[in-house]
C-alpha cells in the first residue's frame, strides 16, 4: 500500500527537523522518514568529546532555543541529541523510524518514495539526509595492504580505545584537530595534513562563522567580489581542547604520506612512521543515492540548485548540505533560514501562486 501525504522529508536530523517545524506552522500535511531508530540524527554517532562550537542559545533549530548544559559552555553531543529528541516531541513531528528511503521516482504529477517499508506519494520532497552516511577516505597506494586498524572519524569513538598504540591521524579540519587533540596526551601521534594547519583565532566560535557564512551569501547574491568569509583568515576552530594541545606543542602537523605498508606509513623521501592504526579524518559527501532515479547529478557529484529548489525537477528541494543548499545549512543555527525558505516555497507552489506574485 502506499500512503500519501503533500509533503514528504527524508532525514529525521536537524535539517529535517527544522524543515517540519515550518511546515508544520504552515498547516501542510507530511511525513518525516528518518533511517535512524532514535532521535538525534548524526549526532547520536560522535565521538565522545565532541562539543559545538557555538555556545546553546547559538546553536539552536527555530522556535526552541537550545538550553545550556551545566558547567558547560560548549554543549557535547549527547546534550544535543537530547535536545533534539525533545525539539521532535514538542512540535509533535510526525517521524516514521526506521525507515530509509531507496528511491524517489517521478510518478505523473506527484513524486513516489519508495522505502524499506513501503512507498509514499507526495506532491513534494525535501532530502535532508545530510553527508555522515557517506564517509570519504582518499585513495592512496597501499591502502589495502595495511594490516593495521584503520577508522574514519564516524567510527572513532575515544582516546581509551587507542591508548598507547602508534596512531596516524590524517586530515586538517576540525574533526581532524580534534580527533588529534583527543588522541595527543595518551597515544604516539602521527597528524598528517595536505596543507599546514590553518587555525582561526581563538575568539571566534560558530557565532561568528554563521555572520560570516550569511555575509558571504549576501555578498554573492548582491554579485560582489567573494572574500571566501571568515575561510579566508583559516578553517580550524581553535575549541579549547584543540587550543590547549597546540599551545603545549602535542599538535604538530606533518606533510601527508604517499603511501601505506602493511605497518607503516611512508613519505616521498622514504620517511617511515611505524602505525598501529590509521583514523581518515577525511570528511564526507553528500547522501543522495536515493535521488537517482530522477537523473539529477552533475558530473560534479552535485545537484544543480537555485537556493534549495532542485534546477530539474521543481517538487524536489535539499536541506542542510552545505552552502550550496543555504549559508552555513549543515549547522544548527544556520539551517533554520533555508528550512523556512523551502517550506514556503513549497506551500506557494502547492498553493498555485506564481512566483511574482508573492
Same mark, same amino acid.
Given at each position: 500500500?502506499?500512503?500519501?501525504?503533500?509533503?514528504?522529508?527524508?532525514?529525521?536530523?536537524?535539517?529535517?527537523?527544522?524543515?517540519?517545524?515550518?511546515?508544520?506552522?504552515?498547516?501542510?500535511?507530511?511525513?518525516?522518514?528518518?533511517?535512524?531508530?532514535?532521535?538525534?540524527?548524526?549526532?547520536?554517532?560522535?565521538?565522545?568529546?565532541?562539543?559545538?562550537?557555538?555556545?546553546?542559545?547559538?546553536?539552536?533549530?527555530?522556535?526552541?532555543?537550545?538550553?545550556?548544559?551545566?558547567?558547560?559552555?560548549?554543549?557535547?553531543?549527547?546534550?544535543?541529541?537530547?535536545?533534539?529528541?525533545?525539539?521532535?516531541?514538542?512540535?509533535?513531528?510526525?517521524?516514521?523510524?526506521?525507515?530509509?528511503?531507496?528511491?524517489?521516482?517521478?510518478?505523473?504529477?506527484?513524486?513516489?518514495?519508495?522505502?524499506?517499508?513501503?512507498?509514499?506519494?507526495?506532491?513534494?520532497?525535501?532530502? /535532508? $539526509?545530510?553527508?555522515?552516511? @557517506?564517509?570519504?577516505?582518499?585513495? !592512496?597506494? =597501499? &591502502?589495502?595492504? #595495511?594490516?593495521? *586498524?584503520?577508522?574514519?572519524?564516524?567510527?572513532?569513538?575515544?582516546?581509551?580505545?587507542?591508548?598507547?598504540?602508534?596512531?596516524?591521524?590524517?586530515?586538517?579540519?576540525?574533526?581532524?584537530?580534534?580527533?588529534?587533540?583527543?588522541?595527543?596526551?595518551?597515544?604516539?601521534?602521527?597528524? /598528517? $595534513?595536505?596543507?599546514?594547519? @590553518?587555525?582561526?583565532?581563538?575568539? !571566534?566560535? =560558530? &557565532?561568528?562563522? #554563521?555572520?560570516? *557564512?550569511?555575509?558571504?551569501?549576501?555578498?554573492?547574491?548582491?554579485?560582489?567580489?567573494?572574500?571566501?568569509?571568515?575561510?579566508?583568515?583559516?578553517?580550524?576552530?581553535?575549541?579549547?581542547?584543540?587550543?590547549?594541545?597546540?599551545?603545549?606543542?602535542?599538535?604538530?602537523?606533518?606533510?601527508?604520506?604517499?603511501?601505506?605498508? @602493511?605497518?607503516?606509513?611512508?613519505?616521498?623521501?622514504?620517511?617511515?612512521?611505524?602505525?598501529? *592504526?590509521?583514523?581518515?579524518?577525511?570528511?564526507?559527501?553528500?547522501?543522495?543515492?536515493?535521488?537517482?532515479?530522477?537523473?539529477?547529478?552533475?558530473?560534479?557529484?552535485?545537484?544543480?540548485?537555485?537556493?534549495?529548489?532542485?534546477?530539474?525537477?521543481?517538487?524536489?528541494?535539499?536541506?542542510?548540505?552545505?552552502?550550496?543548499?543555504?549559508?552555513?545549512?549543515?549547522?544548527?543555527?544556520?539551517?533554520?533560514?533555508?528550512?523556512?525558505?523551502?517550506?514556503?516555497?513549497?506551500?506557494?507552489?502547492?498553493?498555485?501562486?506564481?512566483?511574482?506574485?508573492?
Amino acid at each position: 500500500m502506499t500512503r500519501r501525504t503533500d509533503v514528504v522529508v527524508i532525514g529525521g536530523g536537524q535539517a529535517g527537523l527544522a524543515a517540519g517545524y515550518h511546515l508544520r506552522r504552515l498547516g501542510l500535511d507530511f511525513a518525516i522518514l528518518d533511517a535512524q531508530a532514535e532521535p538525534g540524527g548524526a549526532w547520536q554517532h560522535a565521538w565522545d568529546s565532541l562539543h559545538l562550537f557555538s555556545p546553546a542559545a547559538y546553536s539552536s533549530l527555530p522556535g526552541r532555543l537550545m538550553p545550556p548544559q551545566p558547567g558547560e559552555t560548549y554543549p557535547d553531543a549527547a546534550h544535543v541529541v537530547a535536545y533534539l529528541a525533545d525539539y521532535e516531541q514538542r512540535y509533535e513531528l510526525p517521524v516514521h523510524r526506521s525507515v530509509r528511503a531507496t528511491g524517489v521516482h517521478r510518478d505523473g504529477e506527484l513524486l513516489r518514495v519508495e522505502t524499506d517499508s513501503g512507498a509514499w506519494s507526495s506532491r513534494a520532497v525535501i532530502s /535532508a $539526509t545530510g553527508t555522515w552516511s @557517506r564517509p570519504f577516505v582518499p585513495t !592512496i597506494a =597501499g &591502502r589495502t595492504e #595495511f594490516q593495521g *586498524a584503520q577508522l574514519h572519524t564516524v567510527e572513532y569513538r575515544n582516546a581509551s580505545e587507542l591508548a598507547g598504540k602508534k596512531v596516524v591521524v590524517v586530515g586538517g579540519g576540525n574533526s581532524g584537530a580534534q580527533i588529534a587533540a583527543d588522541l595527543a596526551h595518551d597515544t604516539d601521534l602521527t597528524w /598528517a $595534513t595536505l596543507r599546514e594547519p @590553518r587555525y582561526l583565532a581563538d575568539d !571566534i566560535d =560558530g &557565532r561568528a562563522l #554563521f555572520d560570516h *557564512a550569511t555575509a558571504r551569501r549576501r555578498a554573492l547574491d548582491e554579485g560582489r567580489t567573494d572574500t571566501r568569509g571568515v575561510a579566508s583568515f583559516g578553517e580550524i576552530v581553535a575549541v579549547p581542547p584543540v587550543r590547549e594541545a597546540r599551545d603545549s606543542g602535542l599538535l604538530k602537523a606533518q606533510p601527508m604520506f604517499t603511501r601505506l605498508t @602493511r605497518t607503516a606509513v611512508t613519505w616521498a623521501d622514504d620517511t617511515t612512521v611505524e602505525a598501529d *592504526a590509521i583514523i581518515w579524518c577525511t570528511g564526507f559527501r553528500p547522501a543522495l543515492s536515493h535521488l537517482a532515479p530522477l537523473g539529477l547529478r552533475s558530473p560534479r557529484g552535485r545537484i544543480p540548485t537555485i537556493g534549495t529548489q532542485a534546477v530539474g525537477e521543481p517538487r524536489l528541494h535539499l536541506l542542510g548540505y552545505g552552502d550550496w543548499t543555504g549559508p552555513a545549512s549543515a549547522t544548527l543555527i544556520g539551517v533554520g533560514r533555508p528550512a523556512r525558505e523551502a517550506a514556503h516555497e513549497i506551500h506557494h507552489r502547492l498553493a498555485g501562486v506564481p512566483r511574482h506574485c508573492r
